[in-house]
Antibody
Framework: EVQLADSGGGLTQPGGSLRLSCAASGFDVGTTYMSWIRKAPGKGLEWVSVIYGGGSTYYAQSVWGRFTIFRDTSQNILHLQMNNLRVEDTAVYYC???????WGQGIQVTVTP | DIGMTQTPLSLSVTPGQPASISCKSNQSLLHSDGRTYLYWHQHKAGQPPQLLIYEVSKRLSGVPVRFSGSGSGTDFTLKISRVEADDAAVYYCMQSIEHPWTFGQGTKVEVK
């Protein structure tokens, strides 16, 4: 059975860093594409980043240069390293297999002065 | 970036009645590989989103048959043939023909 279990997140100040993790089971994160999508309070869904099986990565302009998506294939975990966080990054972050064929339960990230 | 526009932004439906949501993109989502990269997600409060429809009209396994997608090029529609109480949610269209992937604003469906 395909499952995604995400962890990490929490509360930090502007300029801080957090790392999100998404442990996959039932498939290999290294052989498919994985994405991060977020939902900010009062806003709609927003795509954040994707990593493809071959390793290429893409980012939303709003996070480019601050966030890094990567994976640990030995542990079958997807990560999102978030640096220089801003108040506007406050959201529930979801990892997803591909374009949403499976989802993690969501991780709250709060950035507040 | 490709703009995605959904209408209406909210919908109130009586159980058993149909519902329809429109999604328009500002450029064609038909790829040279012959596929059209338009998806529909359902998002209920407190839960992760759920992919309902991929590539315009293909229902994901386990999605009720009352959900259907149609359209081509830049104009797409999600239809619920007979709305049930469990269908109360926000529905989003999404394109992935190019990066950044972009979503419509979302359509909130209320079941009376």
């Amino acid at each position: 059975e395909v499952q995604l279990a995400d962890s990490g997140g929490g509360l930090t100040q502007p300029g801080g860093s957090l790392r999100l993790s998404c442990a996959a089971s039932g498939f290999d994160v290294g052989t498919t594409y994985m994405s991060w999508i977020r939902k900010a309070p009062g806003k709609g869904l927003e795509w954040v980043s994707v990593i493809y099986g071959g390793g290429s990565t893409y980012y939303a302009q709003s996070v480019w240069g601050r966030f890094t998506i990567f994976r640990d294939t030995s542990q079958n975990i997807l990560h999102l390293q978030m640096n220089n966080l801003r108040v506007e990054d406050t959201a529930v972050y979801y990892c997803a297999r591909g374009k949403g064929y499976a989802w993690g339960q969501g991780i709250q990230v709060t950035v507040t002065p | 970036d490709i703009g995605m526009t959904q209408t209406p932004l909210s919908l109130s439906v009586t159980p058993g009645q149909p519902a329809s949501i429109s999604c328009k993109s500002n450029q064609s989502l038909l790829h040279s590989d012959g596929r059209t990269y338009l998806y529909w997600h359902q998002h209920k409060a407190g839960q992760p989103p759920q992919l309902l429809i991929y590539e315009v009209s293909k229902r994901l396994s386990g999605v009720p048959v009352r959900f259907s997608g149609s359209g081509s090029g830049t104009d797409f529609t999600l239809k619920i043939s007979r709305v049930e109480a469990d269908d109360a949610a926000v529905y989003y269209c999404m394109q992935s023909i190019e990066h950044p992937w972009t979503f419509g604003q979302g359509t909130k469906v209320e079941v009376k």
